[in-house]
């Protein structure tokens, strides 16, 4: 059915979009791209590690909304995962004063991938029910 296509569709995108910034836990100096934050001077190592392991949690979320792309049963715990990790970066952004122009990027992005996990919970729930 066309639902199921577009529910692992959602799934699968929105699993790359948490995947993506992964790419930092292996790759330090793509910190600066990604986030616009220098990783140079003296306090720079503590920024890195958190930044590093801020990267392998979202890597971790994207890899649960990837395999609950193709396993129903993993879908509700995989939804509930991705929506308190984007919507918990989402209060914490909107609520600090002055972040930079590639944090608010980052917030946006998350803001569509909230919308589209919206209707694969939708989907789910319709299918659920």
């Not at 100096?29 to 392998?56: E, K, M, N, Q």
């Amino acid at each position: 059915m066309w639902t199921d296509r577009l529910t692992t569709a959602l799934f699968v995108v929105v699993g790359a979009v948490n995947l993506l910034p992964g790419v930092v836990a292996l790759a330090p100096s793509r910190i600066t791209t990604a986030y616009g934050v220098s990783i140079d001077g003296p306090d720079s190592a503590d920024l890195t590690v958190l930044l590093r392991h801020r990267a392998v949690l979202l890597g971790l979320v994207g890899i649960a909304l990837l395999c609950a792309a193709f396993i129903p049963s993993l879908r509700v715990p995989a939804l509930i995962g991705g929506g308190v990790s984007m919507g918990s970066f989402l209060l914490l952004a909107y609520t600090t004063p002055a972040l930079n122009d590639a944090t608010m990027r980052v917030a946006r992005i998350d803001i569509a991938a909230i919308a589209l996990l919206v209707v694969a919970a939708v989907l789910v729930w319709r299918k659920n029910a």
